[in-house]
């Protein structure tokens, strides 16, 4: 009976198996065949970076239409073809398209339900709390607390030209960008940059370093993600967690007991607790924060804003020390516009339009996240076809094949800032370029990340020369067991005093 049992109960699962698999085919959609369990990303995280792996896909299908059909695993997915489809899932229609389709668990682990991954109502009601705190205003008010890290970057750097000049800039950069963000969105001196093991350095690295197999994990609980909430999967380690929660509860109790308020994202914070204004005499109009919410958003903030922008910029002084002539054009425009302005002021950093097509196109050539995810929050007749998505399903757009298609970009491997001039621009659809997604769903700090990134090369440009070192990995290797996009080893550069 039993050996019966186990045989019908196999039968079965082969026969929901065979019905998922042939979900596309069902739909008549061009789809590429799965192979079971992984579906069409087999590899992933052994061989094949998650970007990577969207780019592969997108080439396989792309020209048949504004879709075509993949499966993770057993679910099936619809990868974005078209970019007139992209703007529709992103702006367009977005009431169909919500959520981001990203695994968070708030029972069990607090920190994973923050701005990027929470749905739905409670979603657009945290985002427009925290909208505010992202504006220009707040972003001016910032400038000298990251000015005040800057400072410590270039002693850091006069301290390696001593010592010979050979640098590993990956290391070095995500120092700095540690020290911003815990600045800015915790209100502590996290010495990084003096002490490669200070504690937000160790929880940074341990979050974006994981275990051989967490990624796969992640991955599995976000394709299965009823059943993961149920078996109370966490995707943030204990220790990490807690290191950050206390982070956040000793902070708060501490100004609120003393009334400390600084020009940080952690004041804007506390404010939103408290229901207190947050600019210009406006008051939250809906339920405080939460502790537990606070410690999620800062949470996010720091990792997002570390990792990212220090990927960035690592990437842009890879292509800054291979193309010398550029370097030069970067370094007049950083000379030029602080004598322009007296000095390095936030009119300054944002007037150094040559940086900004710089960092841009090395987010274009090296987007941190090669790919975004939606979920359809409602059945969704997908324009200029007889096709319907249905309610559940996941929406895939490539971003890194996108950057990288000949379509848009000509000899897209070639890092040329130029592609960002104003004329450029204006002959290319907008939707070809989505480092940090669009619409309503974007990346709420892309402002706060890209004036660190100025900052950070400006103050680097301004003093020192770069250039390749006899230990410069060439070529890349990109790193398949992390989500950002980002490579294997260091980025040893010669840096130089000007």
Request: charged content about 25%; glycine content about 6%; hydrophobic content about 40%.
């Amino acid at each position: 009976m039993l050996l019966y049992l186990a045989i019908l109960a196999l039968s079965l699962a082969v026969l929901w198996i065979r019905k998922r698999y042939s979900y596309w085919s069902d739909r008549d959609v061009r789809y590429l065949k799965p192979t079971f369990p992984f579906g069409n990303i087999r590899g992933l995280g052994r061989k094949e970076q998650l970007a990577l792996a969207f780019q592969r896909l997108y080439l396989q299908l792309k020209g048949s239409g504004p879709f075509g059909g993949v499966f993770f695993f057993v679910n099936p997915v619809a990868m974005a073809l078209d970019l007139d489809f992209v703007k529709n899932v992103l702006v367009k229609d977005f009431q169909h398209f919500h959520d981001r389709s990203i695994y968070y668990n708030e029972r069990d682990d607090p920190l994973s339900a923050h701005l990027v991954t929470i749905e739905g109502t409670k979603w657009r009601n945290l985002r427009t709390k925290l909208t505010p705190t992202f504006s220009s205003g707040k972003m001016k008010m910032m400038f000298p607390t990251i000015m005040g890290v800057a400072e410590q970057f270039k002693e850091l750097l006069l301290g390696e030209v001593g010592s010979g000049g050979e640098v590993e800039m990956k290391e070095i950069l995500a120092r700095f960008t540690t020290d911003v963000i815990g600045t800015c969105a915790f209100g502590l001196e996290c010495n990084s940059l003096h002490d490669s093991e200070a504690a937000f350095r160790r929880m940074g690295r341990k979050v974006m370093e994981p275990p051989p197999g967490r990624l796969f994990v992640v991955i599995l609980a976000q394709q299965f993600r009823k059943i993961a909430r149920a078996l109370r999967v966490k995707t943030i380690d204990t220790d990490v967690s807690q290191f950050f929660m206390n982070a956040v509860r000793e902070t708060v109790e501490y100004r609120e007991k003393n009334h400390v308020e600084r020009n940080d994202f952690m004041n804007l914070l506390i404010k939103m607790k408290n229901g207190q204004p947050v600019e210009d005499g406006t008051t939250v109009d809906t339920e405080g924060l939460t502790l537990e919410e606070i410690a999620a958003q800062a949470f996010v903030f720091f990792l997002a804003g570390f990792e990212t922008s220090s990927t960035a910029m690592t990437y842009c002084l890879y292509e800054l020390a291979r193309n010398p002539e550029l370097q030069q054009k970067a370094r007049d425009d950083v000379l030029k516009t602080i004598k322009k302005h007296g000095s390095l002021t936030y009119e300054a950093a944002h007037d150094m339009h040559y940086i900004e097509m710089c960092i841009n196109e090395s987010l274009r050539k090296y987007p941190p996240i090669g790919q975004l995810t939606r979920t359809v929050s409602k059945d969704y007749k997908v324009p200029g076809t007889e096709h319907t998505l249905e309610k559940g399903t996941t929406v895939a757009i490539p971003v890194y094949g996108i950057h990288h298609d000949p379509e848009f970009y000509a000899d897209p491997e070639r890092y040329d800032p130029d592609r960002f001039l104003p004329e450029e621009l204006a002959k290319r659809n907008p939707y070809s370029f989505l480092p940090f997604g669009e619409g309503p769903r974007n990346c709420i700090g892309l402002r706060f990340g890209m004036m660190q990134a100025r900052i950070g090369l400006a103050t680097l440009l301004k003093d020192f020369r770069i250039r390749m070192s006899s230990k410069t990995q060439e070529p890349l290797r990109i790193d398949a067991q992390k989500v950002v996009l980002t490579f294997e080893g260091g980025l040893w550069l010669h840096i130089e005093k000007i």
